[in-house]
């Protein structure tokens, strides 16, 4: 089992900035891939970046590419999403997710271990 937390959402100001992350417990956190999703309200749940293992490789939703970073660090077992340039339409209930599959999953049902939940709603 792996239990994930995420913390670091909040109100923000379109352009404006915000670091995500997600503290991970239970097994071993470098061996998975890590990925974050985003649900929007009257929305499906959505894929927004992840990376391997070995933080050697990341994959972005084209929609976040440039403006948001995902990163790990697996001493400290934990995951972040830096976003900058936010726009309204990336409010949303932001979600980490731990992934056992040794390629860079992108697809919801990759992943096995989900975190509840942290807010981000960018004002125009």
């Known amino acids: 089992q792996v239990q994930l937390v995420e913390s670091g959402g909040g109100l923000v100001q379109a352009g404006g900035s915000l670091r995500l992350s997600c503290a991970a417990s239970?097994?071993?956190?470098?061996?998975?891939?890590m990925g974050w999703f985003r649900q929007a309200p009257g929305k499906e749940r959505e894929f927004v970046a992840a990376?391997?293992?070995?933080?050697?490789?990341?994959y972005y939703a084209d929609s976040v590419k440039g403006r948001f970073t995902i990163s790990r660090d697996n001493a400290k077992n934990t995951v972040y999403l830096q976003m900058n340039s936010l726009k309204p339409e990336d409010t949303a209930v932001y979600y980490c997710?731990?992934?056992?599959?040794?390629?860079?999953?992108?697809?919801?049902?990759?992943?096995?271990?989900w975190g509840q939940g942290t807010q981000v709603t960018v004002s125009s």
């Open positions: 239970g097994r071993t956190f470098s061996s998975y891939a």
């Open positions: 997710a731990a992934s056992g599959r040794l390629y860079l999953p992108t697809r919801r049902v990759d992943y096995e271990y």
């Open positions: 990376i391997n293992r070995g933080a050697s490789r990341r």
